[in-house]
């Protein structure tokens, strides 16, 4: 999907309490580097470093291996906000990472194009899908309370929109039929320093270094099955309560 697309989409959901004119205050954002008390159970540390052993360090951080939610072979979770992505990385004793993290993960310490290089070879990361028209009334049927800190799978998050009733079935069968991301790590290529998927199959939600705006904190990175990107490329046109098919994110950890 185009640039133009993505930012005609903006002002079409607002309405719906999406990307332009978030419902949501900005109180609500969770900070960075605030965590839920009450934790999920993190991974154990593997012992061959500070990072739990389903995390990579990049440089000082410790970084999800795969996109939410993070498990190998696992297809990646959508249709989170930024609030959403927040409180279920939250929820694991983790954050969001920030662009400039994700980034350096991305291109390392080359700043290349691309995680394997700096020469885009269509096909390597899962970026060569053909990209499938949706019906935005459709996704805006999405029930908010299916996208829960507590969900840990695709199969999951969508039984639980159908769960809220006709609206909510009708929105994850149409996001059923959109979908074209890969399980985490499907295409062996598209890794760096053993954190996989960060160009192509779902765009991933990061905070922004600097700050960003009121109801803009995020920062999409990496783009998705059907579009091609570089480790460099940015959106910043969605606010904090968008919500779309192909958005997913991945968490990072202090150590």
Not at 114 to 121: R, W
Not at 173 to 195: F, S, W
Request: with cysteine; aromatic share 8%.
């Amino acid at each position: 999907m185009t640039t133009r697309a993505r930012l005609g989409l903006a002002a079409a959901v607002a309405a719906a309490a999406c990307g332009d004119a978030p419902a949501a205050p900005d109180a609500h954002v969770l900070d960075a580097h605030v965590l839920d008390a009450n934790v999920l159970d993190a991974a154990p540390p593997d012992g061959s470093g500070p990072c739990p052993a389903d995390m990579a360090q990049v440089g000082a951080v410790c970084m999800d291996r795969h996109e939410a939610p993070n498990i190998a072979g696992a297809a990646p979770l959508v249709m989170y906000t930024f609030v959403e992505a927040e409180a279920w990385c939250a929820a694991r004793g983790r954050r969001l990472c920030f662009d400039d993290e994700w980034l350096a993960a991305c291109a390392g310490t080359a700043g290349d194009a691309y995680p394997y290089g700096d020469a885009h070879a269509p096909g390597t990361c899962n970026d060569d899908a053909t990209w499938r028209a949706y019906n935005q009334t459709l996704l805006n049927g999405w029930p908010a309370a299916a996208s829960a800190p507590d969900v840990t799978s695709l199969a999951a998050l969508l039984a639980a929109a159908r769960a809220t009733g006709a609206a909510g079935t009708s929105a994850a069968d149409h996001v059923e039929a959109l979908y074209q991301g890969t399980g985490g790590g499907a295409r062996a290529g598209c890794v760096r320093d053993d954190v996989h998927d960060l160009v192509g199959n779902v765009e991933e939600w990061t905070r922004r270094r600097d700050g960003g705006a009121p109801q803009f904190h995020g920062n999409l990175k990496g783009r998705y099955w059907a579009e091609a990107r570089t480790c460099q490329s940015n959106v910043l046109v969605h606010g904090d309560t968008f919500r779309f098919y192909e958005i997913g994110f991945r968490c990072c950890l202090d150590p």
